[in-house]
C-alpha cells in the first residue's frame, strides 16, 4: 500500500511547492542587504501595531465606545429625566463645597481615565499574555535585532497610542450625551497641560500593563477584573472627586495607592478645574514617577519572561 | 576569534541549568560543538535531550549558566544583537504573527532588519514565490496547514539572508509528504552555501540531510562525526530484539551460547526483551525465536536494525530510541 501511494501521479501536485534550484540561488544572491538600526526596527514594530490596529479598526472601536456611552446615557441623560434626583443630590453632596455641580461633570474627566486604563490593559496585557502562552508567539519579535527591553518599551509606547486614542474617543461622548440642561462644565485653560497628563496617564497604564502581562497566570485572568479592574475603577476617583472623599479620611487616604486617582484627578484639574481638585504637583509626580517605576518593573520581569 | 578559523557554531563547555521550585534541573550538561561555515549539521537526540535549549542557547533566547558559545564569531551572551542580525530560527512551534496575513509576516519581518517597506514587499513576494506560497500571500498566518505554516516559518527565516539557518525539529508533526518536500528546500539551501543547524529526533531525518551529526541525550554529546563515521565507530552492527509475552526467564540456557557466537559483541537481557548487538546477523532472529518457544515464551515481537543511526543511538545509550 505504502509503495503504490508513493509513487502515485497525485503526489506529484505536492511537490510542485519544491523551487527550482537557480530561484533558491537568486534567493541567497539578491537578498537586500539587512541594515537594522534601533529605530529602523523599532518604528517597524509601532508600524506592525498599526496595521493590526487598522484591521481591527471597527471592533476596537465599538469596544472603546460602549462602556462609556452607555455610561453617560444612563446617569447624564436617563436619570435626569426620571427625575433621579437622589443622583443628582448625591453628586452634589459629594462636591456639595463646589455648589451645583452635575453629574456629568464629574464623569467626564473619571470615565477618559478610565478608559485609558481598560485600553492600557486591553491593549498590552491580553495579547501578551496570549504571546507568552501557548506558541510563545512572542519568540518572533524576541528575534528582531534589538535588545529585549526595546521590545518591552515599544509595547508599553504601542499601548499608550491606543489608550491615547482611547480616551480621544471617549471625549466627545462624554461631552454631548446628556439631558438637556444637564451638559457638563468643561473648561481647558491649559492645553499643554491637558495634553502633558494625557501622554503620561497613556504610557503609566501601558506600563502598568505590561508589568501584570508579564507576572500574570494565563489560567487567572479573570481575576484581572475582579482584582485590578474593577477595584482600581470604583476607588479610582472615576465617579466623584478626591476632594469629596475628606468625609471619609481613611479611604481619603486609602485610595492615594490607586495610580487610577492620579489619571481620573489630573484630568479633572484641566478638564474641569470647576471641581474641587488633587493639587497638580501631586499629581504629575505620581503619573511621571509611577510611569518610571511601572516601565522599569515591566521592563525587567518581560526580560526575565523571554530570557529563560 | 572565531570567525579567522571558518566555524559559523563554537561552544565550549556550555551549560545551562533551570532552577526550578523543586530544585536544579540540568537540561545541558557542558557541551564542546563546532560547526563550520557552509555544513549541514544535525543535532540528534530524543525529546528532552536537551537539543532546543541547546538551540534556544545559540540563538540568544535561553541565557546559558555556564560555558561559551559563539554564533558567525560573536559570543552569544556579550552581543545577542548582533548574533540576533546574523541568524535565521525555525523554531519549533508556530511562532507567525497570527495578527498578520501570509504577505506581511515576510514583510514587517524584513522590517525589523532594517528594509525598506518597498525592499521588504519585494523580498517578500520573491519569497513567496520560491516558497510556491504567492496564491496564499492574503491569506491569515492562522489559516495555514502545518506544512504552509512551517514552509513561511522557513521563508521568514530567511529575509535578511542570515550566516546560520538553525531548525528546531522543522519537520515534526508533518505527514511524510510535506517533510520530504521541506527536506528537499533545505538541500537546495544547503547546496546554495547556507549553514544550516537542526535539530531531530529523527534518525531517518539526520541521515537524509546532515553531513555532520552529534547525537545528545541528557544534555550531553555522546558521540558526534558524519553519519558513516558514527556508523563505522559505535554502531556497525546490526540490533535484534525479541520482545515476548512474558518476562524473560535471565538464564534461558539456549542462550547461553549467544554470546560466544562469532561477531555478538553484547547480549542483553531486561523485562521482557533480549537483544543482541551483531556483525554478523545471519541465522540470530531464528534462534532466538525457536529458543524461545522451547522454553516456553511467546513472541510479542521481533525487530532487526541493520547499522544506522538508530543502532548508534542504541549502542550509545543502551536504550531504544523510542521508549
Redesign the interface.
Known amino acids: 500500500m505504502t509503495t503504490t501511494t508513493r509513487h502515485a501521479p497525485a503526489?506529484v501536485a505536492?511537490?510542485?511547492?519544491?523551487?527550482e534550484?537557480s530561484?533558491?540561488?537568486?534567493?541567497?544572491a539578491?537578498?537586500?542587504e539587512?541594515?537594522?538600526?534601533m529605530l529602523?526596527?523599532f518604528n517597524?514594530?509601532m508600524?506592525?501595531e498599526f496595521?493590526?490596529l487598522s484591521?481591527n479598526a471597527i471592533s476596537l472601536f465599538t469596544r472603546a465606545v460602549m462602556q462609556p456611552l452607555l455610561f453617560v446615557f444612563v446617569f447624564a441623560y436617563v436619570f435626569p429625566k426620571i427625575g433621579g434626583g437622589f443622583m443628582l443630590s448625591g453628586g452634589a453632596a459629594a462636591a456639595s463645597h463646589t455648589g451645583s455641580i452635575n453629574f456629568a461633570t464629574i464623569l467626564v474627566p473619571g470615565l477618559m481615565a478610565s478608559m485609558l486604563l481598560m485600553q492600557g490593559i486591553m491593549a498590552v496585557t491580553f495579547p501578551l499574555v496570549m504571546e507568552f502562552s501557548w506558541?510563545?508567539?512572542?519568540?518572533?519579535?524576541?528575534?528582531?535585532?534589538?535588545?529585549i527591553s526595546v521590545l518591552a518599551i515599544q509595547k508599553i509606547v504601542a499601548g499608550a497610542v491606543q489608550s491615547f486614542i482611547g480616551a480621544c474617543i471617549v471625549f466627545p461622548i462624554v461631552l454631548f450625551v446628556h439631558a438637556a440642561g444637564q451638559a457638563p462644565h468643561v473648561h481647558v485653560t491649559n492645553w499643554a497641560l491637558l495634553a502633558l497628563i494625557l501622554v503620561f496617564a497613556s504610557l503609566l497604564t501601558a506600563s502598568l500593563g505590561l508589568l501584570l502581562g508579564t507576572i500574570m497566570d494565563p489560567r487567572k485572568m479573570q481575576m484581572l477584573f475582579a482584582v485590578i479592574l474593577l477595584p482600581a475603577t470604583m476607588l479610582g476617583c472615576v465617579y466623584y472627586p478626591w476632594s469629596a472623599l475628606h468625609h471619609i479620611r481613611w479611604l481619603q487616604i486609602a485610595v492615594l495607592i490607586n495610580p487610577m486617582v492620579y489619571m481620573s484627578e489630573g484630568l479633572r484639574a484641566v478638564l474641569t478645574p470647576v471641581l474641587g481638585h488633587m493639587p497638580m504637583w501631586g499629581v504629575l509626580l505620581a503619573l511621571i514617577g509611577g510611569t518610571v517605576v511601572f516601565a522599569y518593573l515591566g521592563t525587567r520581569t518581560f526580560t526575565k519572561r523571554?530570557?529563560? | 576569534m572565531t570567525g579567522e578559523t571558518g566555524l559559523a557554531i563554537r561552544t565550549e563547555d556550555l551549560r545551562k541549568t533551570y532552577t526550578g521550585s523543586r530544585g536544579d534541573v540540568p537540561a545541558v550538561r557542558g557541551i564542546d560543538l563546532s560547526v563550520s561555515s557552509g555544513q549541514f549539521f544535525g543535532l540528534l537526540g530524543p525529546n528532552g535531550a536537551g537539543k532546543s535549549t541547546t538551540i534556544g542557547m545559540l540563538t540568544t533566547l535561553v541565557l546559558p549558566t555556564g560555558g561559551q558559545a559563539w554564533v558567525a564569531g560573536l559570543d552569544v551572551v556579550a552581543d545577542p544583537v548582533g548574533v540576533k542580525r546574523r541568524i535565521g530560527v525555525v523554531t519549533q512551534n508556530n511562532t507567525l504573527d497570527m495578527q498578520l496575513t501570509v504577505a506581511e509576516n515576510l514583510e514587517f519581518r524584513s522590517r525589523f532588519f532594517g528594509l525598506s517597506p518597498r525592499e521588504a514587499s519585494r523580498r517578500a513576494a520573491q519569497l513567496l514565490e520560491v516558497f510556491g506560497m504567492t496564491d496564499k500571500r492574503k491569506a491569515m498566518s492562522t489559516d495555514l496547514s502545518g506544512g504552509q505554516a512551517r514552509r513561511l516559518l522557513i521563508a521568514r527565516a530567511l529575509v535578511h539572508r542570515p550566516d546560520v539557518l538553525f531548525l528546531d525539529e522543522p519537520t515534526a508533526g508533518l505527514d511524510p509528504q510535506t517533510r520530504v518536500n521541506l527536506w528537499d528546500i533545505l538541500r537546495l539551501l544547503h547546496a546554495e552555501g547556507q549553514t544550516i543547524l537542526l535539530t531531530t529526533h529523527y534518525m531517518e531525518e539526520a541521515e537524509a540531510l546532515c553531513e555532520q551529526v552529534a547525537v545528545m541525550d541528557h544534555g550531553r554529546i555522546l558521540a558526534s562525526g558524519t553519519v558513516s563515521e558514527l556508523k563505522d565507530g559505535v554502531g556497525a552492527e546490526t540490533v535484534i530484539t525479541v520482545r515476548y509475552e512474558d518476562l524473560v526467564p535471565e538464564a534461558v540456557t539456549a542462550w547461553a551460547g549467544l554470546a560466544d557466537r562469532p561477531g555478538v559483541s553484547k547480549v542483553e537481557t531486561e523485562g521482557d526483551h533480549i537483544r543482541v548487538f551483531t556483525r554478523e546477523p545471519e541465522g540470530v532472529l531464528g534462534e532466538l525465536v525457536t529458543a524461545g518457544s522451547a522454553a516456553g515464551l511467546t513472541v510479542r515481537d521481533a525487530t532487526q536494525l541493520k547499522p544506522s543511526l538508530e543502532t548508534v543511538f542504541l549502542t550509545l545509550t543502551g536504550r531504544d530510541y523510542r521508549e
Do not use: F, S
Not at chain 1, 530561484?23 to 541567497?28: C, M, S
Not at chain 1, 539587512?34 to 538600526?37: A, G, K, S, V, W
Not at chain 1, 506558541?135 to 535588545?147: F, G, K, M, N, S
Open positions: 503526489d505536492e511537490y510542485a511547492g519544491v523551487p534550484a530561484q533558491v540561488a537568486a534567493l541567497i539578491d537578498a537586500p539587512p541594515r537594522p538600526t529602523r526596527t517597524a514594530m508600524a506592525r496595521r493590526v484591521r506558541q510563545r508567539t512572542i519568540e518572533d519579535r524576541a528575534l528582531a535585532p534589538v535588545p523571554v530570557l529563560n
